[in-house]
């Protein structure tokens, strides 16, 4: 599957983007999908998970209640609303595919098989 991450941008503290990824392929379902976020200097880490089905989702603990990933499976797109922005939230955000199937959503970018090519997020405050 191939992956095209858009809707970043620049955005004063408080506002909101909503990004979206792209997939191709005709497996879209058959994938957990991920939102990961990489800062300068840093690794890339995870923000959100959803299941194939779109029943279960993960949030890391510092965007839960601010961020919102979802799916839509006839569209072929993952999508990550993103609330009251902070300035701490500033990096290059990716999606990302996982084909493994497990009852459970992983979090390690190392789990991941498929990557998008990024979108860069700004906060500024």
């Known amino acids: 599957v191939q992956l095209q991450a858009s809707g970043g941008g620049l955005v004063q503290a408080g506002g909101s983007l909503r990004l979206s990824c792209a997939a191709s392929?005709?497996?879209?379902?058959?994938?957990?999908m991920g939102w990961f976020r990489q800062a300068p200097g840093k690794e890339r880490d995870i923000v959100a998970a959803v299941s194939r089905s779109g029943g279960i989702t993960y949030y890391v603990n510092s965007v839960k209640g601010r961020f919102t990933i979802s799916r839509d499976n006839a569209k072929k797109r993952v999508y990550l609303q993103m609330n009251s922005l902070k300035p701490e939230d500033t990096a290059v955000y990716f999606c990302?595919?996982?084909?493994?199937?497990?009852?459970?959503?992983?979090?390690?970018?190392?789990?991941?098989?498929?990557w998008g090519q990024g979108t860069q997020v700004t906060v500024s405050s």
């Open positions: 990302a595919a996982d084909r493994t199937i497990l009852s459970d959503l992983r979090t390690s970018a190392s789990d991941y098989d498929y």
């Open positions: 392929g005709r497996t879209f379902s058959n994938y957990a």
